[in-house]
């Protein structure tokens, strides 16, 4: 069974503007889709562990910095 987590899309979004990238470059760097990358900016989807690894490691953090607190 996949676990999922929410993002702090405005974390990652900062992040990869500190590193001159768009959304979409995000998306390339990341492996994950463009629409993955709305939809979790968006709240319409949560992203499973594999897409939250993928984000961290193209932002060179911790996982554990994406994810949102409650």
């Known amino acids: ?6 993002i702090n899309m405005q974390k990652a979004k900062t ?7 768009t959304l979409k ?9 463009l629409d993955t990358v709305f939809a979790l900016q968006a709240k319409r989807r949560k992203a499973t562990l594999l897409t939250l690894n993928k984000l961290a ?6 996982p554990a910095d994406l994810v949102e607190k409650d």
């Open 25 to 33: 470059e995000l998306a390339n760097h990341a492996h994950i889709s």
């Open 15 to 21: 992040l990869s503007y500190r590193k001159c990238w």
């Open 57 to 62: 490691a193209a932002l060179d953090v911790a």
């Open 1 to 6: 069974m996949k676990e999922f987590v929410s």
